[in-house]
């Protein structure tokens, strides 16, 4: 068994096995070693720590997990041995002194590269990301604002804000796509010494001391260091608080949809009120939990990068949760997408076919009688009479049946020429195929009394549970014989309002009053000089009202009203009225 040791390597914590620990301490002390001599040598050192750190930490899965041997190996491997160079100042030399180059890889990353700034280091560090010149970056990003209305300024504040600072040496290599070793990371540092070595003493030999002295004093900053504080201070302010907006949005909406899931797994077991509904309109019997676990990954695999964002945001070095994890959540969404849109389609198929049932029967009134029409609820499905409504809900019978209850009826009185009032009653539904539609109209239950001269026609409809929900609806036609007088209580008029193309003679407004039946329409026999009566025949076109007479047969049509006379035919127009007569032709 071996012992594991803590390490606090550039300010982060691992677990390390012993031996590992053993071999990476005699590699660093090598490396310290190399660097005696050498100019910068604690800043060196400490930019190969943070690199070794960094090296450590995109390969350790979580914080219990244990740094062992193998992967001290493959950090040497990256970094290269402090043996293969020469880490003199000879190393800068036109031919370097080495006996063989380490292997690394190496990959360019996004950092603001402030050592080359104008205001905030962004056009200088895509240039470095783009392999492009900065002064090009620059020159385009001006034109896009320009462009662009002052929109690109405010995606460079967002670059500004959200792009980190490349501080580290180990930072601005990666910046440049140059592998992060020994090597690069010693040369990088001695050439910064270089360049303020020079600048420092050029300046000297040309400054005047005391003037820039006082120029030293009377400013430390320059406008933009300044200005660019500001702006940071109140953008990083800006930043947090949009962090905090998003976790609070991201992790509410995640609860909200584990807590719907667990509720709809046990939604069976404890009866959820309104749960019923949704059973009874899921036609293609899709497992609920299904639907809500794709739902929960659709819905909720992008509110969880949305709540990743806010911690980004708000935690400076918070750890990314690998390629791994990011490439299979984005395939679970996937396949979520793709098995939500088929199930949808399933579903719609459902309604994709519809069936029809038809019963006929005479109800042996004749046209000497005088019949009388209502509707009838059920007190124990619902409390609200008399309202026509496509919507549905489920009821308990009196054998305590679980049922679909709805009141899509539709009522239509038409005449006939026969001697006998018949009904007609039709029961329609949807489904996946012709045979399961026609299946499901024949399960519906409807039904009407008869009572004397009393017609007595339920409001609603019923049909099994199990049947499901396949828009189930009754049309009851009432042919009624010419002469026929009928009542029309006023429960019924939300069931008989219907257009022109059901050719019902059965108007609005004309409850509660008796009606005779003449060809295609009625009389009203006890209606007041008020009351408005409309006779209109389909079959001919003759329509006749308080408005006047409308005839339309065909390419002819023709008005008569107070105003005058209205007539067109195969383009001629003829208008007779207070002013004259007046023929028109489209051909003129």
């Excluded at 012992?3 to 301490?25: P, S, W």
């Excluded at 001695?190 to 040309?206: A, Y």
Aim: net charge negative; hydrophobic share 40%.
């Amino acid at each position: 068994m071996n012992k594991t040791v803590n390490i606090n390597l550039a300010g982060i914590f691992f677990h390390i096995d012993e031996d590992a620990y053993l071999k990476l301490q005699r590699y660093l002390e090598a490396i310290k070693r190399s660097f005696t001599d050498s100019q910068g040598r604690s800043e060196i050192i400490a930019d190969i720590e943070a690199r070794i750190a960094e090296l450590f930490g995109e390969r350790v899965q979580n914080e219990k997990q244990v740094i062992s041997v193998n992967l001290v190996d493959e950090v040497i491997a990256i970094m290269g041995q402090p043996e293969d160079y020469l880490v003199d100042d000879e190393i800068f030399e036109d031919e370097p002194k080495h006996k063989s180059t380490p292997r690394s890889t190496s990959s360019k990353k996004l950092f603001r590269d402030t050592d080359n700034s104008y205001v905030g280091g962004v056009a200088s560090g895509l240039g470095h990301y783009l392999g492009i010149e900065a002064v090009w970056v620059r020159l385009i990003w001006i034109l896009l604002a320009l462009g662009s209305g002052g929109t690109f300024i405010l995606i460079y504040i967002l670059f500004w804000v959200l792009v980190p600072e490349a501080v580290t040496t180990a930072e601005k290599l990666t910046m440049t796509g140059e592998p992060v070793n020994i090597s690069n990371i010693e040369k990088k540092i001695k050439d910064g010494f270089d360049t303020v070595s020079q600048t420092v003493s050029d300046t000297v030999k040309h400054m005047d001391l005391p003037k820039q002295g006082n120029k030293i004093k009377s400013s430390s900053k320059s406008f933009f260091d300044t200005i660019g504080d500001i702006i940071m201070f109140f953008l990083t302010v800006f930043a947090k608080f949009i962090g905090v907006i998003l976790i609070i949005v991201g992790a509410a909406t995640l609860i909200s949809l584990i807590i719907a899931l667990f509720t709809v797994g046990v939604a069976d077991v404890i009866h959820i009120p309104g749960f019923d509904l949704v059973d009874a309109a899921n036609a293609a019997n899709t497992p609920v939990w299904l639907v809500s676990l794709l739902t929960l990954f659709i819905v909720g695999i992008p509110f969880f990068f949305v709540f990743y964002l806010g911690l980004k945001i708000l935690v400076n070095n918070l750890k990314s949760i690998g390629n791994i994890a990011k490439f299979s959540l984005l395939g679970i969404w996937l396949v979520s997408i793709i098995g939500m849109f088929i199930i949808g389609i399933k579903q719609a198929s459902e309604h994709a076919f519809d069936a029809s049932v038809t019963s006929n029967e005479q109800l042996y009134i004749t046209s000497a009688d005088t019949l009388k029409i209502g509707m009838k609820g059920n007190s124990a499905y619902s409390k609200y009479f008399g309202r026509h409504s496509s919507f549905f809900k489920t009821v308990y019978d009196e054998n305590d049946n679980k049922v679909i209850y709805r009141t899509d009826i539709r009522l239509i009185v038409r005449s006939t020429k026969d001697s006998v009032a018949s009904i007609s009653i039709e029961k329609s539904a949807h489904a996946s195929d012709y045979q399961k539609a026609k299946v499901r109209a024949q399960n519906i239950n409807y039904n009407y009394a008869l009572s004397g001269n009393y017609l007595e026609l339920d409001s609603y409809l019923t049909t099994p549970f199990e049947n499901k929900f396949g828009e189930q609806e009754v049309e009851v036609i009432l042919y009624l014989p010419e002469g026929m007088v009928f009542y029309a209580e006023d429960n019924t008029y939300t069931f008989h309002r219907n257009s022109s193309y059901y050719r019902d003679i059965l108007d609005n407004g004309m409850e509660e009053h008796y009606l005779q039946v003449i060809d295609n329409d009625v009389i009203c026999l006890d209606c007041d000089d008020n009351f408005k009566v409309r006779v209109k025949d389909h079959n001919s076109g003759l329509e006749i009202d308080e408005d006047g007479i409308r005839f339309k047969k065909d390419s002819l049509k023709l008005e008569l009203n107070a105003k005058g006379l209205k007539a067109k035919d195969d383009g001629v127009k003829v208008n007779i009225d207070s002013n004259g007569i007046e023929i028109t032709s489209d051909d003129n």
